[in-house]
């Protein structure tokens, strides 16, 4: 396997990214250097946690149905963050619809 600026193995580095959302995705984007491996599922960490925190936090204060629409967006959130994980620590450079286009564009 591929080390990373870091000296991490390059799947254990883009699981990292997932761990904590956003926050890692940060980390990881300030820190790598030079796998666009990792880079790339950092950023896409950070947009697509980022992005659902907002939306719930919005869906939140929203009477009647917030707090349905607050569950289900948790719950797409953990399915992402499991499948993502997951795909990261198996060395694939899994790219979400949408985001992983962005992601993988503003890494360049």
């Avoid at 580095?13 to 666009?36: D, H, M, P, Q």
């Avoid at 569950?71 to 985001?99: N, Q, R």
Wanted: aromatic share 10%.
């Amino acid at each position: 396997m591929v080390k990373t600026s870091m000296g991490i193995e390059e799947n254990i580095a883009g699981l990292l990214c997932y761990v904590l959302g956003w926050i890692t995705g940060i980390v990881f984007l300030v820190l790598e250097k030079n796998s666009r491996f990792v880079r790339f599922h950092a950023m896409q960490s950070l947009i697509t946690f980022l992005s659902l925190t907002i939306i719930n936090w919005i869906a939140g204060i929203i009477p009647l149905i917030g707090s349905l629409l607050s569950t289900a967006i948790v719950l797409l959130s953990l399915i992402l963050w499991l499948i993502l994980m997951f795909k990261a620590y198996s060395g694939e450079m899994y790219k979400l619809p949408v985001v992983g286009d962005l992601a993988e564009g503003l890494i360049k």
